[in-house]
Protein backbone atom coordinates (compact mmCIF):
# COMPACT_ATOMS: atom_id res chain seq x y z
CA UNK A 1 0.00 0.00 0.00
CA UNK A 2 1.39 3.41 -0.96
CA UNK A 3 0.78 6.17 1.61
CA UNK A 4 0.63 10.04 1.13
CA UNK A 5 4.19 11.62 1.76
CA UNK A 6 4.04 14.44 4.46
CA UNK A 7 6.59 16.90 4.20
CA UNK A 8 7.48 18.79 7.23
CA UNK A 9 7.52 23.04 7.21
CA UNK A 10 10.78 24.02 8.92
CA UNK A 11 11.32 27.80 9.78
CA UNK A 12 12.57 30.52 6.93
CA UNK A 13 15.92 31.82 7.31
CA UNK A 14 14.33 35.13 5.92
CA UNK A 15 12.00 34.34 8.75
CA UNK A 16 14.73 34.60 11.13
CA UNK A 17 16.74 37.46 9.18
CA UNK A 18 13.68 39.41 9.52
CA UNK A 19 12.98 38.86 13.15
CA UNK A 20 17.33 40.34 13.38
CA UNK A 21 15.89 43.62 11.95
CA UNK A 22 13.32 43.83 14.40
CA UNK A 23 15.36 43.47 17.06
CA UNK A 24 18.25 46.05 15.62
CA UNK A 25 15.94 48.51 15.43
CA UNK A 26 14.41 48.78 18.73
CA UNK A 27 18.43 48.70 19.45
CA UNK A 28 19.01 51.63 17.64
CA UNK A 29 16.29 53.57 19.58
CA UNK A 30 18.81 53.40 22.47
CA UNK A 31 21.29 55.29 20.60
CA UNK A 32 18.73 57.68 19.99
CA UNK A 33 17.38 57.67 23.23
CA UNK A 34 21.02 58.60 24.63
CA UNK A 35 20.61 61.53 21.84
CA UNK A 36 17.65 62.85 23.55
CA UNK A 37 19.06 62.36 26.89
CA UNK A 38 22.36 64.35 26.42
CA UNK A 39 20.82 66.93 25.04
CA UNK A 40 17.95 67.56 27.71
CA UNK A 41 20.73 67.00 30.05
CA UNK A 42 23.09 69.57 28.63
CA UNK A 43 20.15 72.22 28.87
CA UNK A 44 19.51 71.85 32.35
CA UNK A 45 22.57 72.21 33.08
CA UNK A 46 23.36 75.14 30.77
CA UNK A 47 25.64 73.59 28.59
CA UNK A 48 26.56 74.43 24.77
CA UNK A 49 24.70 71.78 22.54
CA UNK A 50 25.63 71.76 19.10
CA UNK A 51 22.18 71.87 17.73
CA UNK A 52 23.42 70.43 13.91
CA UNK A 53 25.38 67.92 14.89
CA UNK A 54 22.91 66.74 17.10
CA UNK A 55 20.12 66.83 15.26
CA UNK A 56 22.08 65.18 12.06
CA UNK A 57 22.68 61.94 14.89
CA UNK A 58 19.35 61.90 15.71
CA UNK A 59 18.00 61.94 12.15
CA UNK A 60 20.32 59.69 10.78
CA UNK A 61 19.66 57.09 13.69
CA UNK A 62 16.16 57.42 12.96
CA UNK A 63 16.16 56.98 9.37
CA UNK A 64 18.39 53.99 9.72
CA UNK A 65 15.83 53.04 12.69
CA UNK A 66 12.99 53.34 9.96
CA UNK A 67 14.68 51.36 7.32
CA UNK A 68 15.27 49.00 9.34
CA UNK A 69 11.94 48.77 10.69
CA UNK A 70 10.70 48.28 7.23
CA UNK A 71 12.29 45.96 5.75
CA UNK A 72 12.10 43.57 8.98
CA UNK A 73 8.14 43.79 8.03
CA UNK A 74 8.84 43.28 4.60
CA UNK A 75 10.78 40.65 5.02
CA UNK A 76 8.71 38.86 7.58
CA UNK A 77 5.87 39.26 5.13
CA UNK A 78 7.39 37.54 2.22
CA UNK A 79 8.32 34.75 4.31
CA UNK A 80 5.00 34.73 6.05
CA UNK A 81 3.50 34.72 2.56
CA UNK A 82 5.87 31.91 1.49
CA UNK A 83 5.21 29.88 4.56
CA UNK A 84 1.16 29.75 3.88
CA UNK A 85 1.33 29.31 0.21
CA UNK A 86 3.59 26.18 1.06
CA UNK A 87 1.33 24.88 2.86
CA UNK A 88 -1.73 25.36 1.07
CA UNK A 89 0.29 24.37 -1.50
CA UNK A 90 1.08 20.84 0.58
CA UNK A 91 -2.59 20.36 0.88
CA UNK A 92 -3.88 20.70 -2.19
CA UNK A 93 -1.32 18.61 -3.67
CA UNK A 94 -2.08 16.16 -1.01
CA UNK A 95 -5.95 16.20 -1.49
CA UNK A 96 -5.65 15.67 -4.94
CA UNK A 97 -3.48 12.64 -4.98
CA UNK A 98 -5.73 10.99 -3.06
CA UNK A 99 -9.54 9.70 -3.47
CA UNK A 100 -10.34 8.81 0.39
CA UNK A 101 -11.40 11.33 2.67
CA UNK A 102 -9.42 12.10 5.26
CA UNK A 103 -10.35 11.36 8.64
CA UNK A 104 -9.89 15.24 9.94
CA UNK A 105 -13.12 16.20 8.34
CA UNK A 106 -15.12 16.88 5.17
CA UNK A 107 -14.67 19.76 2.08
CA UNK A 108 -15.84 21.93 4.54
CA UNK A 109 -13.18 21.39 7.67
CA UNK A 110 -10.17 20.79 4.61
CA UNK A 111 -11.78 24.29 3.02
CA UNK A 112 -11.40 26.28 6.45
CA UNK A 113 -7.74 24.21 7.44
CA UNK A 114 -6.42 25.91 3.97
CA UNK A 115 -8.20 29.28 3.89
CA UNK A 116 -9.34 31.09 7.35
CA UNK A 117 -6.94 28.27 9.54
CA UNK A 118 -4.04 28.91 7.48
CA UNK A 119 -4.76 32.55 7.94
CA UNK A 120 -4.50 32.55 11.16
CA UNK A 121 -0.92 31.47 10.74
CA UNK A 122 0.32 35.13 9.52
CA UNK A 123 -0.38 37.07 12.69
CA UNK A 124 1.42 34.53 14.43
CA UNK A 125 4.55 35.30 11.87
CA UNK A 126 4.42 38.83 11.77
CA UNK A 127 4.27 39.85 15.05
CA UNK A 128 5.04 36.87 17.67
CA UNK A 129 8.09 35.36 16.40
CA UNK A 130 10.04 38.58 15.97
CA UNK A 131 8.42 40.20 19.39
CA UNK A 132 9.70 36.47 21.14
CA UNK A 133 13.33 37.51 19.73
CA UNK A 134 12.83 41.05 20.80
CA UNK A 135 12.30 39.59 24.46
CA UNK A 136 15.49 37.82 24.37
CA UNK A 137 17.65 40.43 23.08
CA UNK A 138 16.18 44.31 24.22
CA UNK A 139 15.84 43.86 27.74
CA UNK A 140 19.03 42.49 28.52
CA UNK A 141 20.60 45.30 26.62
CA UNK A 142 18.54 48.14 28.72
CA UNK A 143 19.00 45.87 31.92
CA UNK A 144 22.78 46.43 31.59
CA UNK A 145 22.46 49.82 30.98
CA UNK A 146 20.38 51.08 33.78
CA UNK A 147 22.59 48.52 36.02
CA UNK A 148 25.45 50.52 34.48
CA UNK A 149 23.66 53.95 36.07
CA UNK A 150 21.39 52.75 39.01
CA UNK A 151 21.26 49.37 40.66
CA UNK A 152 18.10 50.82 42.19
CA UNK A 153 16.64 50.89 38.80
CA UNK A 154 18.18 47.42 37.42
CA UNK A 155 16.38 45.74 40.69
CA UNK A 156 13.08 47.26 39.85
CA UNK A 157 13.00 45.89 36.23
CA UNK A 158 14.42 42.72 37.25
CA UNK A 159 11.53 42.39 40.08
CA UNK A 160 8.34 43.91 37.81
CA UNK A 161 10.02 41.83 34.17
CA UNK A 162 9.27 38.13 35.15
CA UNK A 163 6.35 38.59 36.39
CA UNK A 164 4.66 39.37 33.04
CA UNK A 165 6.03 36.00 31.49
CA UNK A 166 4.41 34.20 34.70
CA UNK A 167 0.93 35.57 34.20
CA UNK A 168 1.06 35.34 30.20
CA UNK A 169 2.15 31.32 30.51
CA UNK A 170 -0.91 31.24 32.77
CA UNK A 171 -2.89 32.77 31.18
CA UNK A 172 -1.80 31.34 27.26
CA UNK A 173 -2.72 28.20 28.69
CA UNK A 174 -6.71 28.85 28.61
CA UNK A 175 -5.87 30.62 25.74
CA UNK A 176 -5.07 27.91 23.67
CA UNK A 177 -8.02 25.89 24.72
CA UNK A 178 -10.11 28.40 23.84
CA UNK A 179 -8.39 28.40 20.29
CA UNK A 180 -8.46 24.87 19.66
CA UNK A 181 -12.26 25.28 20.65
CA UNK A 182 -12.83 28.15 18.17
CA UNK A 183 -10.98 26.40 15.30
CA UNK A 184 -12.81 23.17 15.56
CA UNK A 185 -16.43 25.10 15.81
CA UNK A 186 -15.06 26.95 12.29
CA UNK A 187 -14.49 23.53 10.79
CA UNK A 188 -17.66 22.15 11.91
CA UNK A 189 -19.63 25.40 10.48
CA UNK A 190 -17.74 24.79 6.92
CA UNK A 191 -18.65 21.65 6.91
CA UNK A 192 -22.36 22.10 7.55
CA UNK A 193 -22.27 24.60 4.92
CA UNK A 194 -20.81 22.65 2.53
CA UNK A 195 -23.63 19.89 3.24
CA UNK A 196 -26.20 21.91 3.06
CA UNK A 197 -25.41 23.64 -0.06
CA UNK A 198 -25.33 20.53 -1.72
CA UNK A 199 -28.69 19.37 -0.83
CA UNK A 200 -30.04 22.94 -1.48
CA UNK A 201 -32.51 22.06 -4.21
CA UNK A 202 -33.74 19.27 -2.10
CA UNK A 203 -34.01 20.92 0.80
CA UNK A 204 -36.08 23.58 -0.52
CA UNK A 205 -38.26 21.07 -2.12
CA UNK A 206 -39.39 19.64 1.15
CA UNK A 207 -39.87 22.61 3.01
CA UNK A 208 -37.01 22.40 5.16
CA UNK A 209 -35.76 26.11 4.87
CA UNK A 210 -36.74 26.97 8.53
CA UNK A 211 -34.85 24.20 10.23
CA UNK A 212 -31.66 24.75 8.13
CA UNK A 213 -31.90 28.34 9.10
CA UNK A 214 -32.20 27.23 12.81
CA UNK A 215 -29.47 24.61 13.05
CA UNK A 216 -26.82 27.63 11.03
CA UNK A 217 -28.52 30.33 13.86
CA UNK A 218 -27.27 27.95 16.48
CA UNK A 219 -24.14 27.04 14.56
CA UNK A 220 -23.47 30.84 14.76
CA UNK A 221 -23.83 31.73 17.60
CA UNK A 222 -21.70 28.72 18.77
CA UNK A 223 -19.04 29.91 17.10
CA UNK A 224 -19.53 33.74 18.01
CA UNK A 225 -19.38 32.42 21.95
CA UNK A 226 -16.39 30.67 21.30
CA UNK A 227 -14.48 33.66 19.14
CA UNK A 228 -15.82 35.65 22.06
CA UNK A 229 -13.82 33.66 24.50
CA UNK A 230 -10.86 34.36 22.79
CA UNK A 231 -10.57 37.55 22.62
CA UNK A 232 -11.66 37.72 26.37
CA UNK A 233 -8.44 36.19 27.04
CA UNK A 234 -6.39 38.53 24.96
CA UNK A 235 -7.66 41.47 26.61
CA UNK A 236 -7.49 39.83 29.85
CA UNK A 237 -3.49 39.32 29.13
CA UNK A 238 -2.76 42.81 27.90
CA UNK A 239 -4.63 44.55 31.29
CA UNK A 240 -1.87 41.93 33.33
CA UNK A 241 0.79 43.16 30.98
CA UNK A 242 0.02 46.89 31.33
CA UNK A 243 -0.60 47.52 34.96
CA UNK A 244 2.81 45.68 35.82
CA UNK A 245 4.62 47.49 33.20
CA UNK A 246 2.84 50.90 34.56
CA UNK A 247 4.30 49.89 38.01
CA UNK A 248 7.70 49.22 37.01
CA UNK A 249 8.01 52.91 34.88
CA UNK A 250 6.55 54.53 37.94
CA UNK A 251 8.59 53.55 40.55
CA UNK A 252 11.70 54.21 38.58
CA UNK A 253 10.33 57.69 37.54
CA UNK A 254 9.62 57.98 41.16
CA UNK A 255 13.43 57.42 41.95
CA UNK A 256 15.17 59.36 39.64
CA UNK A 257 12.82 62.26 41.04
CA UNK A 258 13.81 62.15 44.01
CA UNK A 259 17.33 61.47 43.37
CA UNK A 260 17.48 64.37 40.84
CA UNK A 261 15.92 66.46 43.45
CA UNK A 262 18.49 65.40 46.17
CA UNK A 263 15.95 63.85 48.41
CA UNK A 264 17.26 60.48 48.27
CA UNK A 265 21.17 59.25 47.89
CA UNK A 266 21.26 55.84 47.64
CA UNK A 267 20.51 53.34 44.20
CA UNK A 268 23.45 54.18 42.47
CA UNK A 269 27.35 52.87 42.69
CA UNK A 270 28.86 55.59 44.62
CA UNK A 271 28.38 58.60 42.68
CA UNK A 272 25.05 61.30 42.58
CA UNK A 273 22.68 60.51 39.57
CA UNK A 274 23.31 62.69 36.71
CA UNK A 275 20.65 64.53 34.97
CA UNK A 276 21.87 62.52 31.91
CA UNK A 277 21.44 59.50 33.57
CA UNK A 278 18.22 59.96 34.93
CA UNK A 279 16.72 60.83 31.72
CA UNK A 280 18.36 58.04 29.54
CA UNK A 281 16.86 56.01 32.57
CA UNK A 282 13.24 57.54 32.57
CA UNK A 283 13.19 56.95 28.18
CA UNK A 284 14.42 53.42 28.55
CA UNK A 285 12.01 51.79 31.06
CA UNK A 286 9.26 52.18 28.98
CA UNK A 287 11.16 49.94 26.22
CA UNK A 288 12.14 47.43 28.34
CA UNK A 289 8.58 46.66 29.32
CA UNK A 290 8.04 47.23 24.85
CA UNK A 291 8.97 44.10 24.20
CA UNK A 292 7.02 41.99 26.60
CA UNK A 293 3.72 44.60 25.70
CA UNK A 294 4.63 43.26 22.41
CA UNK A 295 4.52 39.73 23.06
CA UNK A 296 1.54 40.15 25.03
CA UNK A 297 -0.21 41.33 22.40
CA UNK A 298 0.47 39.05 20.07
CA UNK A 299 0.16 35.98 22.50
CA UNK A 300 -3.06 34.93 21.27
CA UNK A 301 -2.01 34.90 17.64
CA UNK A 302 0.60 32.05 19.27
CA UNK A 303 -2.78 30.25 20.77
CA UNK A 304 -4.49 30.71 17.53
CA UNK A 305 -1.24 29.53 15.23
CA UNK A 306 -0.78 26.30 18.43
CA UNK A 307 -4.68 25.11 17.42
CA UNK A 308 -3.98 25.31 13.42
CA UNK A 309 -0.38 23.44 14.08
CA UNK A 310 -2.28 20.88 16.02
CA UNK A 311 -4.78 20.42 13.35
CA UNK A 312 -1.82 20.51 10.55
CA UNK A 313 -0.63 17.66 12.55
CA UNK A 314 -3.50 15.44 12.93
CA UNK A 315 -4.20 16.15 9.19
CA UNK A 316 -0.71 14.93 8.39
CA UNK A 317 -0.97 11.98 10.50
CA UNK A 318 -3.89 10.53 8.47
CA UNK A 319 -2.67 7.20 6.94
CA UNK A 320 -4.13 7.05 3.27
CA UNK A 321 -3.48 6.05 -0.10
CA UNK A 322 -2.18 7.66 -2.84
CA UNK A 323 -3.92 7.88 -6.40
CA UNK A 324 -1.97 5.93 -9.04
CA UNK A 325 -0.24 8.56 -11.56
CA UNK A 326 0.35 12.12 -11.06
CA UNK A 327 -2.41 13.66 -13.03
CA UNK A 328 -0.73 14.65 -16.16
CA UNK A 329 -1.31 14.97 -19.55
CA UNK A 330 -0.48 11.72 -21.42
CA UNK A 331 -1.27 9.72 -24.66
CA UNK A 332 -3.67 6.91 -24.34
CA UNK A 333 -2.31 3.50 -23.93
CA UNK A 334 -3.42 0.33 -26.33
CA UNK A 335 -6.19 -1.20 -24.57
CA UNK A 336 -5.74 -5.27 -25.43
CA UNK A 337 -6.50 -6.41 -22.19
CA UNK A 338 -8.10 -5.69 -18.56
CA UNK A 339 -7.93 -8.10 -15.67
CA UNK A 340 -8.83 -8.57 -11.56
CA UNK A 341 -6.89 -10.99 -9.89
CA UNK A 342 -7.39 -11.75 -5.95
CA UNK A 343 -7.87 -7.45 -5.39
CA UNK A 344 -9.41 -6.58 -1.80
CA UNK A 345 -9.80 -2.99 -0.58
CA UNK A 346 -9.59 -2.43 2.58
CA UNK A 347 -12.35 0.29 4.18
CA UNK A 348 -12.59 1.55 7.25
CA UNK A 349 -15.66 -0.79 8.42
CA UNK A 350 -15.01 -3.34 6.17
CA UNK A 351 -13.10 -5.57 3.54
CA UNK A 352 -14.28 -6.04 -0.14
CA UNK A 353 -12.92 -8.44 -1.89
CA UNK A 354 -14.16 -8.21 -5.69
CA UNK A 355 -14.14 -11.16 -8.23
CA UNK A 356 -11.14 -12.04 -11.08
CA UNK A 357 -12.30 -10.78 -13.97
CA UNK A 358 -10.78 -10.56 -17.70
CA UNK A 359 -11.99 -7.87 -19.91
CA UNK A 360 -11.02 -7.39 -23.85
CA UNK A 361 -11.50 -4.75 -26.45
CA UNK A 362 -14.99 -4.63 -27.34
CA UNK A 363 -16.46 -6.26 -24.39
CA UNK A 364 -19.74 -5.12 -22.61
CA UNK A 365 -20.04 -6.17 -18.71
CA UNK A 366 -22.85 -5.31 -16.59
CA UNK A 367 -22.04 -5.57 -12.95
CA UNK A 368 -25.19 -5.62 -10.40
CA UNK A 369 -25.64 -6.38 -6.72
CA UNK A 370 -27.45 -5.25 -3.75
CA UNK A 371 -26.20 -1.61 -2.40
CA UNK A 372 -23.14 -0.98 -0.53
CA UNK A 373 -22.11 -4.21 -1.80
CA UNK A 374 -18.56 -3.02 -4.08
CA UNK A 375 -19.77 -1.84 -7.06
CA UNK A 376 -18.90 1.65 -7.08
CA UNK A 377 -15.45 0.72 -5.86
CA UNK A 378 -15.11 -1.70 -8.68
CA UNK A 379 -15.20 0.76 -11.24
CA UNK A 380 -12.88 2.98 -8.86
CA UNK A 381 -10.56 0.17 -8.76
CA UNK A 382 -10.48 -0.50 -12.90
CA UNK A 383 -9.59 3.08 -13.07
CA UNK A 384 -7.03 3.08 -11.09
CA UNK A 385 -8.68 5.58 -8.87
CA UNK A 386 -8.69 3.58 -5.85
CA UNK A 387 -5.83 1.39 -5.51
CA UNK A 388 -6.25 -1.93 -4.08
CA UNK A 389 -4.97 -3.16 -0.70
CA UNK A 390 -4.33 -6.29 -1.65
CA UNK A 391 -4.12 -8.48 -5.61
CA UNK A 392 -3.37 -6.39 -8.82
CA UNK A 393 -4.92 -5.11 -11.77
CA UNK A 394 -3.67 -6.54 -14.72
CA UNK A 395 -3.24 -3.53 -18.00
CA UNK A 396 -2.12 -5.70 -20.89
CA UNK A 397 -1.24 -8.66 -18.59
CA UNK A 398 0.99 -5.78 -15.98
CA UNK A 399 0.35 -4.40 -13.15
CA UNK A 400 -0.35 -0.32 -13.54
CA UNK A 401 2.19 1.34 -12.13
CA UNK A 402 2.66 5.25 -11.48
CA UNK A 403 3.90 6.10 -14.97
CA UNK A 404 1.18 3.98 -16.90
CA UNK A 405 -2.00 5.09 -14.94
CA UNK A 406 -2.49 7.95 -16.31
CA UNK A 407 -1.92 6.98 -19.62
CA UNK A 408 -4.53 4.26 -18.77
CA UNK A 409 -6.94 7.32 -17.68
CA UNK A 410 -6.78 8.94 -20.67
CA UNK A 411 -8.17 5.94 -22.45
CA UNK A 412 -11.49 5.88 -20.26
CA UNK A 413 -14.52 7.52 -20.35
CA UNK A 414 -15.89 8.05 -16.73
CA UNK A 415 -20.09 8.81 -15.95
CA UNK A 416 -20.81 8.97 -12.58
CA UNK A 417 -23.88 8.19 -10.53
CA UNK A 418 -23.78 11.48 -9.74
CA UNK A 419 -23.44 14.59 -12.09
CA UNK A 420 -20.78 17.14 -11.74
CA UNK A 421 -20.00 20.27 -13.22
CA UNK A 422 -18.13 23.18 -13.58
CA UNK A 423 -19.10 26.53 -12.81
CA UNK A 424 -18.84 27.15 -16.79
CA UNK A 425 -20.78 26.69 -19.95
CA UNK A 426 -22.59 23.65 -21.22
CA UNK A 427 -20.06 23.41 -24.16
CA UNK A 428 -17.39 23.45 -21.48
CA UNK A 429 -18.46 20.94 -19.31
CA UNK A 430 -18.49 18.23 -22.65
CA UNK A 431 -15.46 18.94 -24.22
CA UNK A 432 -13.15 21.14 -21.78
CA UNK A 433 -12.52 23.62 -25.07
CA UNK A 434 -12.78 21.13 -27.38
CA UNK A 435 -15.00 21.42 -30.05
CA UNK A 436 -17.94 19.74 -29.40
CA UNK A 437 -18.35 16.32 -32.29
CA UNK A 438 -21.67 16.08 -33.31
CA UNK A 439 -22.13 12.53 -33.66
CA UNK A 440 -21.41 12.30 -30.00
CA UNK A 441 -23.76 14.78 -29.17
CA UNK A 442 -26.44 12.75 -31.14
CA UNK A 443 -25.78 9.23 -29.46
CA UNK A 444 -26.34 11.23 -26.29
CA UNK A 445 -29.32 12.33 -26.98
CA UNK A 446 -28.20 16.03 -25.78
CA UNK A 447 -29.64 17.82 -29.06
CA UNK A 448 -33.02 18.19 -26.93
CA UNK A 449 -31.45 19.25 -24.00
CA UNK A 450 -29.56 22.47 -26.06
CA UNK A 451 -32.94 23.42 -28.11
CA UNK A 452 -34.50 23.80 -24.45
CA UNK A 453 -31.79 26.05 -23.19
CA UNK A 454 -31.67 29.97 -23.63
CA UNK A 455 -28.15 30.13 -24.89
CA UNK A 456 -28.25 26.13 -26.32
CA UNK A 457 -24.22 24.87 -25.70
CA UNK A 458 -22.94 28.44 -24.30
CA UNK A 459 -25.64 28.64 -21.07
CA UNK A 460 -23.72 28.83 -18.00
CA UNK A 461 -24.25 25.96 -15.39
CA UNK A 462 -23.97 25.41 -11.87
CA UNK A 463 -21.76 23.48 -10.05
CA UNK A 464 -25.19 21.25 -9.51
CA UNK A 465 -26.54 21.37 -13.02
CA UNK A 466 -28.66 24.79 -12.50
CA UNK A 467 -31.52 24.33 -15.45
CA UNK A 468 -30.82 20.84 -15.86
CA UNK A 469 -33.33 18.12 -14.74
CA UNK A 470 -32.17 14.55 -13.84
CA UNK A 471 -31.84 12.86 -16.90
CA UNK A 472 -30.85 16.03 -18.91
CA UNK A 473 -27.82 16.03 -16.38
CA UNK A 474 -27.43 12.25 -16.90
CA UNK A 475 -26.76 12.65 -20.50
CA UNK A 476 -24.46 15.69 -20.67
CA UNK A 477 -22.83 13.10 -18.38
CA UNK A 478 -22.49 10.18 -20.81
CA UNK A 479 -21.55 12.93 -23.77
CA UNK A 480 -18.73 14.22 -21.89
CA UNK A 481 -17.88 10.34 -21.25
CA UNK A 482 -17.74 10.11 -24.78
CA UNK A 483 -16.62 12.98 -26.12
CA UNK A 484 -12.87 11.57 -26.47
CA UNK A 485 -14.07 8.32 -28.49
CA UNK A 486 -12.75 6.10 -25.00
CA UNK A 487 -11.95 2.41 -25.90
CA UNK A 488 -13.00 2.19 -22.30
CA UNK A 489 -16.38 3.69 -20.80
CA UNK A 490 -17.29 2.96 -16.86
CA UNK A 491 -20.77 3.97 -16.31
CA UNK A 492 -22.11 3.97 -12.60
CA UNK A 493 -25.40 3.31 -12.28
CA UNK A 494 -26.24 5.46 -15.41
CA UNK A 495 -29.88 5.03 -15.33
CA UNK A 496 -30.60 5.20 -11.91
CA UNK A 497 -33.58 7.41 -10.27
CA UNK A 498 -34.50 8.03 -14.55
CA UNK A 499 -37.78 8.10 -15.91
CA UNK A 500 -38.60 5.23 -18.72
CA UNK A 501 -37.96 7.34 -21.48
CA UNK A 502 -34.54 9.11 -20.61
CA UNK A 503 -33.16 5.34 -18.83
CA UNK A 504 -34.33 4.10 -22.92
CA UNK A 505 -32.54 6.80 -24.14
CA UNK A 506 -29.70 6.49 -21.74
CA UNK A 507 -29.16 2.04 -22.52
CA UNK A 508 -29.74 3.19 -26.59
CA UNK A 509 -26.73 5.47 -26.48
CA UNK A 510 -24.92 2.81 -24.58
CA UNK A 511 -25.50 0.57 -26.61
CA UNK A 512 -24.60 2.50 -30.02
CA UNK A 513 -20.69 3.28 -28.12
CA UNK A 514 -20.68 -1.05 -27.76
CA UNK A 515 -22.00 -1.31 -31.69
CA UNK A 516 -19.11 1.27 -32.82
CA UNK A 517 -16.47 -1.32 -31.30
CA UNK A 518 -16.58 0.23 -28.00
CA UNK A 519 -16.10 -1.55 -24.39
CA UNK A 520 -18.23 -0.98 -21.54
CA UNK A 521 -18.43 -1.70 -17.80
CA UNK A 522 -21.38 -0.40 -16.19
CA UNK A 523 -22.97 -0.80 -12.73
CA UNK A 524 -26.84 -1.14 -12.83
CA UNK A 525 -29.96 -2.41 -10.88
CA UNK A 526 -31.88 -1.72 -14.03
CA UNK A 527 -32.87 -5.25 -15.50
CA UNK A 528 -33.43 -3.38 -18.81
CA UNK A 529 -29.67 -2.42 -19.23
CA UNK A 530 -28.61 -5.90 -18.03
CA UNK A 531 -30.43 -8.05 -20.36
CA UNK A 532 -29.36 -6.12 -23.24
CA UNK A 533 -25.34 -6.56 -22.35
CA UNK A 534 -24.51 -10.23 -23.04
CA UNK A 535 -21.61 -10.61 -19.78
CA UNK A 536 -22.94 -10.14 -16.13
CA UNK A 537 -21.35 -10.53 -12.75
CA UNK A 538 -23.72 -10.21 -9.79
CA UNK A 539 -21.85 -9.17 -6.72
CA UNK A 540 -23.35 -10.15 -3.06
CA UNK A 541 -22.90 -8.94 0.32
CA UNK A 542 -20.52 -11.22 2.37
CA UNK A 543 -22.49 -12.96 5.48
Known sequence: MSHLAKPKNNSSPAAGFGAALSVLASLIWLAQA??????LAALLSGAAVDVWTVSLAFLGLGALRAIANQQAQATLSRAAEHHIQDLRQEIVATESSTAEVSPFGGAGSMAALATEKL??????????????????????FI??????????????????????????ALVGWAAKEASARQ?????????????????????????????????????????RHKTMAVLRIAFLSSTV????????VAMIAVWVGFALLGEISWGTWGAPLTPFGGIYLLLLA????????????????????????EDLAAWRGDARRALLGKGALAPAVAFQTLALRDVAVDHPDRTLR?????????????????????KTTLLRVLAGLEPPTRGAVLLNDAPITDIQADAWRATLGWMPQTPHFLG??????????????????????VAPVLAALPSQDLTQLGETGAGLSGGEARRVMLARAMHRAPAVLLADEPTADLDAETAKDIIDALMAYVASGGTLITTTHDQRLIDRIPKGIRLEAEA
Open 119 to 140: EALRPFLLRYAPARLRVMVVPL
Open 143 to 168: LAISAWHSWAAAIVLVAAGPLIPVFM
Open 354 to 374: LPNMEIRPGDSLAISGPSGVG
Open 34 to 39: AVIAKV
Open 424 to 445: RSLRHNIGFGANLDENVLARAR
Open 183 to 223: MVEIGSLNDLLADRLSALADLTLIGAGPQVIDRFAAATDTL
Open 286 to 309: PDFFQPLRDLAAAWHDKSAADAVT
Open 241 to 248: LELFSALG
